[in-house]
């Protein structure tokens, strides 16, 4: 039995990575496109400021070097070989490998992503199992409006309102970036790091809160209108009991697979926020790429952005499939 | 019991109005708000948010609600026309995202087995990258601007409201009054409009009015960044990446004032579309 499953585990898997296969080929392919017909000039985009000082033979140079003057197949060939080969290209704000500014960033945003995904999670289940528990009471309706509110919250406004607080009248927390300035690379402490990923994390826990809340005292009342948990009500079972035996593992999974699948909010959120707070993670290289015209890099972003996404989508899934037996049954029937 | 049940019903309909008509006049009251700020941002003239350096970094007072800026600039004019010109964006984008997943959504349930799959890839597709990026790399392909921000928003919002659409149609149908309709000879084109559409209308104008408070937050955020509106437009986005410059300096009112309005007109529009929602749905308007 247990033979079995792995294997139809495997095959799922298996699965999902073909169609990943094929949504990755068609978003690099897309994108590649969109990127191809933007009105940005790439050579004029990397020569930037020296505009004066190159000469339109020195700009044919540098079309012919880079390939640009070729047809769009053969420089979509051309990416796509140098993609699976693990190039992602060099680029042209930071003037080194994509790869490397990416990984670089990534640790940076997956900190921050990570601390704001753990705290929203967190409070944001126990907000909706007290909401739930407490249906319609004052507290359930304070909840209630605080998630409805923070739905409609533009996340880069709750930064401000942050930095406005936080940072500029109480002076509690530095204003921005994401290591104190004129201190060398060496000497900067965990502490400053922490110290600097506080207000965005606290930010994108403050508004990711909503969904997860809502969700859960969705499920959770549910949960609590069954038959079963009107006889454990019968037999005298109530308040934190009552949730622990009956509700807590009913309503855990949705929450548990809603953070993963929402992922990609999380990226979108991190975008702002580090914009908001010029912290240098991935969201904040997405933005100067597109602004500054930096076609590899906003590549390259697109692409671990998707994979990024995908792995959360994936483990939702898989979550479902391996902890709940229901989901089971009804793909062999 | 029941005599203290009634105690009850009384002390709750204290203005002698169940729910429902609650309901109805808070959308009617959030709909007026709306009407008004889109009109009277369209009113008003430019010479209000003229340069005056006489009245440069002045806090929020009498004469100026919201207060001015390092141009003088009047922060009350500026913000009410940068929100109906969000909600002008918004509204283009949000009627084309709706048309796309109308059709999308309409054809995956109607034209067989391979444009259904098509159409689902199509939505894995776009919901497999994050929004955001999405309407970065869209808006750089435009080069930013107007043209670029919402054409970016038609092209990410629907997907999710498509999944219903089809789910809908594929209810509707399989029901069996359709299926007499068909046997009776009626054509393809007859059964769509006389069946399957009027019962779609619902759901449409829902998912329009839901996916509206999206489409003028990502606006609002992509113009934030710098990828959207132009610098000379007065959109929120824009007054409020201006802001940020000025925060350290104390001055809060630029940032907290026109947030709050866009987060309140963000609001209205939410309640209108879940109220909307229960109203029309026979089961769900009574609870």
Redesign the interface.
């Known amino acids: 039995m247990r033979k079995n499953v792995g294997r139809k585990i495997g095959i799922f898997l298996l699965l999902k990575g073909l169609r990943m296969l094929t949504l990755l080929v068609a978003i690099c392919f897309i994108s590649f496109l969109l990127v191809k017909n933007s009105p940005i000039d790439p050579i004029q985009a990397y020569i930037g400021a020296d505009m004066l000082k190159v000469g339109p033979e020195q700009r044919e140079k540098i079309a012919e070097y880079w390939g640009v003057d070729q047809p769009v197949m053969v420089q979509f060939l051309n990416w796509g070989s140098a993609l699976l080969a693990g190039d992602l290209g060099t680029s042209m704000i930071f003037r080194r490998p994509v790869a490397d500014v990416i990984g670089e960033r990534f640790i940076n945003s997956l900190v921050l992503m990570l601390t704001a995904w753990v705290l929203s999670g967190v409070i944001g289940f126990v907000m909706g199992v007290v909401s739930a528990m407490k249906k319609d009471t004052w507290i359930d309706r304070i909840i209630k409006w605080y998630c409805y509110t923070l739905a409609s919250t533009p996340t880069f406004w709750m930064g401000l309102l942050m930095l406005i607080v936080f940072a500029v009248w109480l002076g509690w927390f530095p204003i921005g970036l994401g290591v104190p300035v004129g201190v060398l690379a060496e000497d900067v402490t965990i502490a400053n790091r922490i110290e600097h990923l506080i207000l965005p994390a606290v930010t994108l826990s403050i508004i990711g809160v909503a969904n997860v809340a809502l969700h859960t005292r969705q499920k959770l009342v549910e949960v609590l209108a069954s038959d079963y948990v009107l006889f454990a009500r019968a037999r005298g079972e109530r308040g934190f009991t009552l949730f622990w035996r009956h509700g807590l593992r009913n309503v855990a999974l949705p929450a548990i697979t809603l953070q993963f699948a929402a992922f990609s909010e999380l990226f979108g959120g991190a975008v702002l926020a580090e914009q908001v707070f010029s912290y240098p993670g991935l969201g904040q290289a997405t933005v100067e790429a597109g602004l500054r015209g930096d076609v590899p890099l906003l590549l390259g972003l697109v692409i671990f952005s998707t994979f990024f996404v995908f792995a959360g989508n994936l483990i939702a899934d898989l979550i479902y499939y391996v902890v709940d037996p229901r989901t089971r049954e009804s793909r062999m029937l | 019991m029941i005599p203290s049940l009634k105690v009850r019903n009384k002390e709750e309909s204290r203005f002698f109005l169940n729910r429902r008509q609650r309901k109805f006049i808070t959308s009617i009251l959030s709909a007026i708000l709306l009407v008004t700020v889109v009109v009277v941002g369209v009113l008003l003239d430019e010479e209000r948010i003229a340069t005056n350096l006489i009245t440069r970094n002045l806090a929020p007072s009498l004469d100026h609600p919201f207060g001015t800026d390092w141009l003088g600039r009047d922060m009350f004019a500026r913000t009410i026309m940068g929100l109906s010109l969000s909600v002008g964006v918004g509204l283009i984008g949000a009627i084309g995202s709706t048309s796309i997943a109308l059709i999308l959504g309409m054809a995956a349930a109607t034209m067989g087995k391979v444009a259904d799959r098509l159409i689902s890839?199509l939505i894995?597709?776009f919901?497999?990258?994050?929004?955001?990026?999405t309407l970065?790399?869209?808006?750089?392909?435009?080069?930013g601007g107007f043209k670029g921000i919402v054409i970016g928003l038609m092209l990410t919002h629907w997907p999710s409201l498509a999944r219903v659409i089809r789910a809908e149609v594929m209810q509707i149908r399989s029901a069996e009054y359709v299926q007499i309709s068909r046997q009776m000879g009626k054509s393809k084109w007859w059964i769509a409009v006389h069946h399957i559409l009027p019962h779609l209308t619902p759901q449409i104008l829902i998912g329009f009015m839901l996916m509206f408070?999206h489409v003028i937050?990502h606006e609002?955020?992509v113009t934030?960044?710098?990828?959207g509106l132009s610098p000379h437009e007065p959109a929120i986005g824009i007054i409020?990446s201006e802001?940020?410059k000025y925060?350290?300096a104390?001055m809060?009112w630029l940032?907290?004032f026109p947030?709050l309005c866009?987060?309140l007109i963000?609001?209205a529009f939410?309640r209108i579309g879940e109220n909307f929602r229960l109203l029309m749905d026979p089961t769900k308007s009574n609870d």
């Open positions: 890839w894995d597709l919901l497999s990258v994050p929004h955001l990026v970065i790399l869209i808006a750089f392909t435009f080069g408070p937050l609002s955020a934030f960044i710098g990828l409020l802001s940020m925060l350290s104390g809060w940032a907290f947030g866009l987060l963000v609001q939410d």
